[in-house]
C-alpha cells in the first residue's frame, strides 16, 4: 500500500464524530441534519462534520474560524 492509499483509508475509515468525542464533544441534536453532524464541546465551540458522498471522507469545519477545517489528516 503506498502513503496515498493510506492517507485516503485515514479519511474514510477514522469516523471524525467518534474522533471529536474523545476531545469532549457532543452532538448538537437540534442543529444536526441527515447530512451533517453539529457537535459543541463544553466552551460552546461548534464544529460541523460530515462524509462526502463522492469520496467517503470526514470533513469538519469550525463555525467559528475559517481556516480551521479538513479531515482526519489536516
Known amino acids: 500500500m503506498n502513503a496515498s492509499n493510506e ?3 485515514f479519511k474514510t475509515n477514522i469516523n ?4 471529536a ?3 469532549g464533544y457532543s452532538i448538537d ?3 444536526s441534519s441527515r ?3 453539529v457537535m459543541r464541546d ?13 469520496n ?5 469545519w469550525s463555525d467559528r474560524n475559517q481556516e480551521d477545517r479538513g479531515t482526519i489528516i489536516d
Open 35 to 37: 447530512s451533517n453532524v
Open 21 to 23: 468525542a474523545t476531545f
Open 56 to 60: 467517503s471522507h470526514w470533513i469538519y
Open 29 to 31: 441534536n437540534r442543529e
Open 7 to 9: 492517507l485516503n483509508q
Open 42 to 54: 463544553d466552551q460552546n465551540d461548534k464544529i460541523i462534520i460530515t462524509q462526502q458522498s463522492y
Open 16 to 19: 471524525l464524530v467518534d474522533y
